[in-house]
C-alpha cells in the first residue's frame, strides 16, 4: 500500500513538469470562486449543527422535548437581533445543550478510542438527520443495549431517556462485533452518578423553562424583551 502510493505520488511529479511547479506557485489560497468557498463552510457547520439532533429520523426535529426546545430556541434566536438581551440569554440555552451533547459524545469517543478505534471513532458516532432506522440490521439487540447503559453507566442523564440516535450507533457496534466490549469499558470508565452528582456537572438543562421562555418570546414579538427578570431568570437555568 505504502509503495503504490509512493509510486503515485512519484509519477503525478514527474508529469507536472518545471512548467507546472511555476502555476502551481501562482494558484491562489482560495478557489477561483470564493462563494463556493463558504458556501461549503456553512454547509459543513449545518452538517456539524444537523448531527446533534436526538431524533436522527425527525425532519421537523420536535419529536422529542429538547429537540423542539433546540429547535425553538435556533428559530427565536435568528428572529431576534444579535446583541440584545435577548439574543444573549438564547445564546446561553442553546450553548448549554449543544454541551451537554457534547459531553455525552465525548464520552462514547473515549470509550470508542481506548477500545482501539481512535481513527473510526468520528466516522462510526456521526449521525445525520436523513439516517434511517428501516437500515439497522439489529434493531432489537440494539434498544436492549441502550436501555442497559442507560441504567448502568453515566453514559447519559439517569433523569431523561437516553437519544435515540444512539440506537444507529450500537446497530453500527453489534455489526462489527465490539458492542460488549464497549459496553463493558463503558461500565468501567463511567459507572452510574446519583442524582446529585449530575446536579454537580452543571450541564443540567430546565427543558419546561426553556420552551416556555421560547414560547414567551415568540409570543411578544419583541427582540429587547423586558430585563426586568434579571440575571437569575436566564435561558439556561441550570438548577
Known amino acids: 500500500m505504502g509503495s503504490a502510493f509512493?509510486?503515485?505520488?512519484?509519477?503525478?511529479?514527474?508529469?507536472?513538469?518545471?512548467?507546472?511547479d511555476e502555476d502551481e506557485e501562482k494558484q491562489p489560497l482560495l478557489?477561483?470562486?470564493?462563494?463556493?468557498?463558504f458556501n461549503r463552510e456553512v454547509q459543513k457547520r449545518r452538517d456539524e449543527e444537523t448531527n446533534l439532533w436526538s431524533e436522527p429520523g425527525d425532519p421537523s426535529h420536535s419529536e422529542r422535548d429538547d429537540d423542539r426546545v433546540l429547535y425553538g430556541l435556533l428559530q427565536a434566536r435568528n428572529k431576534t437581533?444579535?446583541?440584545?438581551?435577548?439574543?444573549?440569554?438564547?445564546?446561553?440555552?442553546?450553548?448549554?445543550?449543544?454541551?451537554?451533547?457534547?459531553?455525552?459524545?465525548?464520552?462514547?469517543?473515549?470509550?470508542?478510542?481506548?477500545?482501539?478505534f481512535t481513527a473510526?471513532?468520528?466516522?462510526?458516532?456521526?449521525?445525520?438527520?436523513?439516517?434511517?432506522?428501516?437500515?439497522?440490521?439489529?434493531?432489537?439487540?440494539?434498544?436492549?443495549?441502550?436501555?442497559?447503559?442507560?441504567?448502568?453507566?453515566?453514559?447519559?442523564?439517569?433523569?431523561?431517556?437516553?437519544?435515540?440516535?444512539?440506537?444507529?450507533?450500537?446497530?453500527?457496534?453489534?455489526?462489527?462485533?465490539?458492542?460488549?466490549?464497549f459496553l463493558e469499558k463503558a461500565r468501567s470508565f463511567y459507572p452510574p452518578k446519583d442524582d446529585?452528582?449530575?446536579?454537580?456537572?452543571?450541564?443540567?438543562?430546565?427543558?419546561?423553562?426553556?420552551?416556555?421562555?421560547?414560547?414567551a418570546m415568540n409570543g411578544k414579538g419583541n427582540e429587547d424583551e423586558d430585563e426586568s427578570g434579571g440575571d437569575d431568570e436566564n435561558l439556561s437555568d441550570r438548577s
Open 120 to 181: 473510526e471513532a468520528d466516522s462510526l458516532l456521526t449521525v445525520s438527520a436523513g439516517a434511517s432506522y428501516d437500515r439497522m440490521r439489529n434493531a432489537p439487540a440494539a434498544r436492549a443495549m441502550l436501555n442497559t447503559l442507560h441504567s448502568e453507566t453515566s453514559l447519559f442523564s439517569s433523569r431523561e431517556p437516553p437519544p435515540e440516535r444512539y440506537l444507529l450507533i450500537l446497530d453500527r457496534l453489534l455489526y462489527l462485533d465490539i458492542a460488549e466490549d
Open 81 to 116: 437581533r444579535m446583541g440584545s438581551t435577548g439574543y444573549r440569554r438564547l445564546s446561553i440555552g442553546i450553548d448549554a445543550m449543544r454541551d451537554t451533547r457534547r459531553e455525552v459524545r465525548d464520552k462514547w469517543k473515549t470509550v470508542m478510542e481506548h477500545l482501539g
Open 196 to 215: 446529585s452528582d449530575e446536579e454537580e456537572s452543571g450541564l443540567a438543562i430546565n427543558l419546561p423553562l426553556l420552551l416556555a421562555r421560547v414560547e
Open 31 to 37: 478557489p477561483q470562486d470564493p462563494l463556493e468557498y
Open 6 to 20: 509512493m509510486k503515485l505520488c512519484c509519477c503525478c511529479c514527474y508529469d507536472s513538469g518545471d512548467d507546472d
